[in-house]
């Protein structure tokens, strides 16, 4: 790839400010590199409410489809909370528009992180955890969905739904990506209760037989959030379904002691990749200069793996970031008071110039 299309939705809060510390780092490894960079910024979320009265406008869409890779922001906060529409749905648009049926979140506790973590140093050190949440399916999607009646005789209703070939899909990449990694796969679910699950189970089973070089474990949802926190480093490859994904994977933030460190990449499909942090809009701390840039930047780094298939780039880029956790400087959230500028700077700094030549 000479060119690389980005598609850039800042979003909402904190989001303009930690794209474009991502896209400084981002234009700085490109150096040398043989690839060009072009960006387009477009709205989503409540920035995209404010304007033009839906959180995901058409032009955002056709442009993040066009792209050959997005990078989001964030979106939401809690002037929005009332609205009919919620800029989050904006998110669920894209991700569906774009076809990526997968969420890959990468949990590594840097040197200098586990003071952070509430948990104790020894049993964070070494942990290297993928998530991989499906994306498509589940309760978030399933129909019918809603509130009816009236009080005192209100009801509400979520649908969990999931077939087979949606499961094998995520199955197979979670598989491939381990032979990448340590071997190992833990699926996750809760097959004792749900019927989706016990679907999930076996079919998670019959894919592994493709895949006999990779080790596979079937845990229960509530028995494996025990043990995140407990033997963290016995986890590889993690597996699972929408909603348990949605949770388990903020409950790993708990082993780096912040949500502003963690990146994300969506795809799967043979659409662009959608790269965004993890953390929210945090609309206390917009226009402070105090985000933490690194989630963001880390997402980065999963874009040159994945889109740009640059993977020395991308550890190059590890490196950096592992530095400045550890040496710092870091921001407040880290128990550090530099700003969002001097924390990309640091990163920066720790890259050699043009880091591809």
Request: aromatic residues 4%.
């Amino acid at each position: 790839m000479s060119q690389l299309r980005l598609a850039v939705l800042p979003g909402d809060g904190i989001g303009p400010e930690v794209t474009g510390a991502a896209l400084r780092v981002l234009g700085h490894c490109l150096v040398g590199s043989g690839v060009e960079l072009s960006c387009s910024e477009h709205l989503i979320g409540g920035a995209a409410l404010e304007r033009s009265g839906e959180p995901l406008p058409t032009a955002t869409l056709e442009a993040a489809r066009g792209a050959d890779a997005v990078l989001l922001g964030a979106v939401g906060g809690p002037v929005w909370e009332s609205a009919p529409v919620r800029p989050e749905a904006g998110l669920l648009g894209l991700r569906s528009g774009l076809g990526v049926f997968a969420n890959l979140r990468p949990v590594r506790v840097w040197p200098g992180l586990a003071a952070r973590s509430p948990l104790r140093a020894e049993l964070l050190e070494g942990v290297d955890v993928l998530f991989i949440r499906e994306l498509t399916g589940g309760v978030y999607f399933g129909r019918p969905q809603g509130i009816s009646g009236k009080p005192p005789q209100r009801r509400a209703v979520d649908t969990s739904d999931y077939g087979e070939l949606e499961i094998e899909r995520v199955a197979e990449l979670a598989f491939r990506s381990a032979r990448q990694r340590r071997h190992r796969v833990t699926s996750v679910d809760k097959a004792n209760v749900l019927a989706t699950s016990r679907l999930w189970r076996q079919v998670v089973s019959e894919t592994a037989r493709e895949y006999p070089d990779v080790g596979l474990e079937h845990c229960l949802v509530d028995s494996f959030a025990l043990r995140l926190l407990l033997q963290p480093r016995d986890f590889d490859v993690v597996l699972t379904e929408n909603l348990f994904g949605d949770i388990l994977t903020d409950e790993a933030a708990a082993l780096t002691g912040s949500l502003g460190v963690l990146p994300s990449a969506s795809g799967g499909g043979a659409g662009p990749w959608l790269y965004e942090p993890v953390h929210g809009s945090a609309p206390d701390l917009a226009g402070r200069g105090l985000a933490n840039p690194l989630g963001a930047i880390a997402s980065v780094g999963l874009l040159l793996e994945h889109t740009l298939g640059r993977r020395e780039l991308a550890e190059t880029l590890q490196r950096a970031l592992g530095e400045v956790v550890r040496e710092g400087p870091v921001t407040p959230d880290l128990g550090g008071t530099a700003s969002t500028d001097q924390v990309t700077e640091a990163v920066i700094s720790r890259l050699p110039s043009g880091v591809a030549a």
